[in-house]
């Protein structure tokens, strides 16, 4: 079992990641909680905007666009804080 100082190497498409350290590890858990904060708020504006009739479409697509992005970062994040199963 590792700990959270080992080295961790998580594969994220054709390229590994190393989390080498407490602190990389801190840092990516403090930057995921604030991208799931961003990705909660930017769904309840979505929600309260869309709910209202008249709605700016260009600024509803770039709003689902960016939240689309944060939950690509969040996941990325979240693959390399988990680490490898064991084959």
């Not at 009739?53 to 390399?80: A, G, N, Y």
Request: hydrophobic letters at 45%; aromatic letters at 2%; zero cysteines.
């Amino acid at each position: 079992m590792r700990t959270a100082a080992s080295l961790a190497i998580s594969k994220l498409g054709a390229y590994h990641v190393a989390v080498e350290t407490d602190d990389d590890i801190d840092t990516l858990q403090n930057k995921l909680a604030a991208l799931q904060v961003e990705h909660r708020d930017l769904d309840a504006v979505i929600e309260r905007l869309s709910v209202d009739s008249p709605v700016d479409e260009l600024l509803m697509r770039r709003m689902k666009k960016r939240k689309l992005q944060l939950k690509d970062q969040i996941t990325v994040i979240e693959r390399m804080l988990t680490p490898d199963e064991l084959a």
